[in-house]
């Protein structure tokens, strides 16, 4: 029996995450989570996070089966486009003044299982016309980043441990609190993480008049 080349064989283990950016997180919960049932599975709240003028957002991540995710960016102060259907791209709206973080938040991320099947892709992509731009663990995975031939970003990623349902429910809290804070004047994270803190002690609270 011959043994497959590492260097040639198929690797990857589908899709991990497309990503999107968001202006309204509220509807896209309501779109996702309360019409087409998918659960919040995972959230991250990122503040001073890249260069000095990224601003504050919250990555959040709906299971969409057998795996996989669909992920949206909420961007703290980013001016709303007019994103009504039938009126074009969101990008079109705002014209070469884009800025990159947010062309960048539209990406597919690919699910590899282990750290020696990451770097493996890692060292075809630096043998390559496009090597790796970006090594980074957040929270609970470790991932690499290219742009293919056309623009778009790729990601390559591995899960460092597995989510716990601890951090299932901090989601859900976050979103919950994202959603109201949102929908507000002059969202924020910090007013975020103001109402999460808050969502949390009225549930401590209903928890334990429950079991005692």
């Excluded at 079109?92 to 938040?105: E, H, K, Q, T």
């Amino acid at each position: 029996m011959t043994l497959p080349d590492i260097q040639t064989e198929h690797r990857v283990k589908g899709v991990d995450h497309a990503a999107f950016p968001t202006f309204d997180p509220a509807a896209t919960v309501r779109f996702y989570r309360d019409t087409l049932k998918f659960p919040v599975v995972h959230s991250i709240c990122a503040a001073g996070w890249g260069p000095e003028d990224h601003p504050d957002f919250i990555h959040f991540f709906f299971d969409i089966g057998n795996d996989d995710r669909i992920a949206f960016f909420y961007y703290f102060g980013m001016p709303k486009p007019n994103t009504e259907r039938g009126k074009g791209d969101v990008y079109a709206r705002f014209g070469a003044d884009i800025p990159d973080f947010f062309v960048n938040s539209r990406h597919l991320a690919i699910h590899v299982d282990s750290e020696e099947d990451l770097l493996e892709y890692r060292r075809r992509l630096d043998a390559s016309e496009w090597p790796c731009e970006m090594q980074v663990q957040h929270e609970t995975i470790e991932s690499i980043y290219t742009h293919d031939p056309n623009g778009y970003m790729i990601e390559l990623t591995r899960a460092l441990r597995p989510v716990t349902p601890q951090e299932d429910l901090d989601a859900e809290l976050t979103i919950e609190a994202l959603c109201e804070v949102a929908s507000g004047p002059d969202p924020s994270l910090d007013k975020l993480l103001t109402r999460k803190a808050e969502l949390i002690v009225d549930r401590a609270a209903r928890w334990e008049a429950v079991t005692k």
